[in-house]
């Protein structure tokens, strides 16, 4: 009896052990990675940050990502870090860096961060703020990270199950000032144009 009991409890070691390897999906919830603010209003040349945040992530040391934007409606100016990584409680901080901005393509190849040294953290953060400039057309279209660009590990390198979150939908429209000028003026040269057929007549 007592044999049968020590080879039940071995067997159901063993399985929790071969789900915690194969299946590690099923015991952490998965992180998710999202652009912030998903819903932007700007005007033509106009600055504007949208912040990178991951979410319910385990044992975080390191991440890349790259974006994709249309180059005829922004740009980006400079991208920085964020605080969730820095907060681990390396004493020597955080490794980042970013591939050179080439704002033709609308493609920015990566951003990566590591944290230096054997710390890793878990939660939910802000991983690193890209701040926009609006161009002088108009128009509406959406930045998002490209799903094969987004890399989260663990300490050793080791891959985090992740997945995308809400990307961000920015529309450039004209200030409505330059609106409102705009319809005086027309009302103002019809006006005009009334009063000399007047006198015409």
Known sequence: MFLRQSTKSFLIVLAAILIMKLFPALLFAEAVVYLSPNEKEVAPNQAFPI??????????????FGLSYNPELYAIQSITKGDFLSSSGSPIGTFFF?????NTTG?????T???LGPYNISGSGLLATVNFM????SGVDTISIPDSSLKLSSSGGIAISRSLGDMARVTVTPEPIS??????GGAVFASRRLLKRGKKI
């Open 134 to 137: 609006s161009l002088s057309a």
């Open 98 to 102: 970013n591939s050179p901005i080439n």
């Open 51 to 64: 912040d990178i945040f991951v979410s319910n992530v385990d044992r975080l040391a390191g991440y890349q």
């Open 179 to 184: 609106c409102v000028l705009f319809a005086i």
């Open 113 to 115: 961060e590591a944290i």
């Open 107 to 111: 493609i920015l190849s990566f951003a």
